[in-house]
């Protein structure tokens, strides 16, 4: 059973899919034209679902994600207040059928048309030896400019070294639903890093299976909340350490905050971003305001 058409009806749900794919927005129709074009355009042989969460948009953000639903039944819509963009995730993960939960949000898209196919290669529905996460690579800039842009390369020793602070982006993470829902989700009271201390709080709770990707998944456009300038990193670090510090030593949390900001400034490059729209373009390059 799940909620669906904003309406808040139940209504009958088919057999789960593999995969959830959820994107939250709020005020995004500059940007998420993009995110659902390049959902719908992916080819996959394995079921996968769009739950698109918005939190009360007043622009015509809700308009097309209707639109795109009327087009394509795999879009579920969860229309709610939430208080903020990390507790419309947690909507997002409380609608979510699939097996394993993919985080796009509304000024992301996917890298190519077959980003999830290769991210699921080889997994079976329910396959007892299916990892717990499969983490991919992001590319993170302004589309078709000269300038700085960071290539959020996951750490090739995640799959063996864990709690040590290093950690993959959520735009490129794809975790068991299951272990989502056992750590009870995002850190709602958090504004800039639980994304980032919700994958630390699975490394201490789980010895994680973790599969490297190894490709690119997902474009994020540069601006969001936590990347807005030096001033946002360090009240992320902030957030990230005082998430940390109750459940871990002062001194963990520390080295933890650390590592993560050298593998921050170890993204960055010059030049022109090397992502491009494999898709019809669908809006402006870049939103005013984009939510993450």
Same mark, same amino acid.
């Given at each position: 059973?799940?909620?669906?058409?904003?309406?808040?009806? =139940?209504?009958?749900?088919?057999?789960?899919?593999?995969? @959830?794919?959820?994107?939250?927005? #709020?005020?995004?129709?500059?940007?998420?034209?993009?995110?659902?074009? @390049?959902?719908?355009?992916?080819?996959?042989?394995?079921?996968?679902? &769009?739950?698109?969460?918005?939190?009360? *948009?007043?622009?015509?953000?809700?308009?097309?994600?209707?639109?795109? +639903? *009327?087009?394509?039944?795999?879009?579920?819509? =969860?229309?709610?207040?939430?208080?903020?963009?990390?507790?419309?995730?947690?909507?997002?993960? +409380?609608?979510?059928?699939?097996?394993?939960?993919?985080?796009?949000?509304?000024?992301?898209?996917?890298?190519? *048309?077959?980003?999830? @196919?290769?991210?699921?290669?080889?997994?079976?529905?329910?396959?007892?030896?299916?990892?717990?996460?499969?983490?991919?690579?992001?590319?993170?800039?302004?589309? !078709?400019?000269?300038?700085?842009?960071? &290539?959020?390369?996951?750490?090739?020793?995640? +799959? $063996?070294?864990?709690?040590?602070?290093?950690?993959?982006?959520?735009?490129?993470?794809?975790?068991?639903?299951?272990?989502?829902?056992?750590?009870?989700?995002?850190?709602? $009271?958090?504004?800039?890093?639980?994304?980032? $201390?919700?994958?630390?709080?699975?490394?201490?709770?789980?010895?994680?299976?973790?599969?490297?990707?190894?490709?690119?998944?997902?474009?994020?456009? +540069? !601006?969001?909340?936590?990347?807005?300038?030096?001033?946002?990193?360090?009240? !992320?670090?902030?957030?990230?350490?005082?998430? #940390?510090?109750?459940?871990? @030593?002062?001194?963990?949390?520390? $080295?933890?905050?650390?590592?993560?900001?050298?593998?921050?400034?170890?993204?960055?490059?010059?030049?022109?971003?090397?992502?491009?729209?494999?898709?019809?373009? *669908?809006?402006?390059?870049?939103?005013?305001?984009?939510?993450?």
């Amino acid at each position: 059973m799940t909620v669906d058409g904003g309406k808040g009806f =139940v209504i009958s749900a088919p057999a789960a899919p593999l995969l @959830s794919v959820v994107t939250v927005s #709020l005020n995004a129709a500059a940007s998420i034209g993009d995110t659902l074009a @390049s959902v719908r355009g992916q080819i996959a042989n394995f079921q996968f679902e &769009h739950i698109c969460v918005d939190g009360g *948009s007043t622009d015509s953000t809700r308009q097309m994600i209707d639109r795109a +639903a *009327s087009a394509d039944p795999r879009i579920r819509r =969860v229309y709610e207040p939430d208080r903020g963009i990390f507790d419309a995730m947690n909507h997002g993960i +409380a609608a979510a059928r699939g097996e394993y939960v993919l985080f796009l949000n509304a000024d992301d898209f996917l890298a190519e *048309s077959t980003s999830l @196919s290769v991210a699921m290669d080889g997994l079976v529905p329910g396959g007892r030896s299916n990892p717990h996460v499969l983490a991919g690579d992001v590319v993170m800039g302004h589309l !078709g400019k000269v300038g700085v842009w960071r &290539h959020r390369r996951v750490p090739r020793v995640l +799959a $063996t070294c864990r709690g040590t602070g290093l950690f993959p982006v959520h735009q490129g993470l794809f975790v068991r639903r299951e272990l989502l829902v056992a750590v009870g989700g995002f850190d709602a $009271t958090q504004r800039l890093a639980a994304d980032v $201390t919700l994958y630390y709080e699975l490394e201490r709770r789980f010895p994680l299976v973790v599969r490297i990707i190894g490709r690119d998944v997902a474009f994020m456009r +540069a !601006g969001g909340a936590a990347n807005a300038g030096l001033r946002a990193m360090l009240q !992320g670090s902030l957030e990230i350490y005082r998430g #940390l510090a109750p459940r871990n @030593s002062r001194l963990c949390a520390f $080295t933890k905050v650390i590592v993560k900001t050298f593998q921050s400034l170890a993204e960055i490059r010059y030049g022109r971003c090397t992502q491009q729209r494999w898709f019809a373009a *669908s809006g402006p390059l870049v939103p005013d305001h984009p939510r993450d």
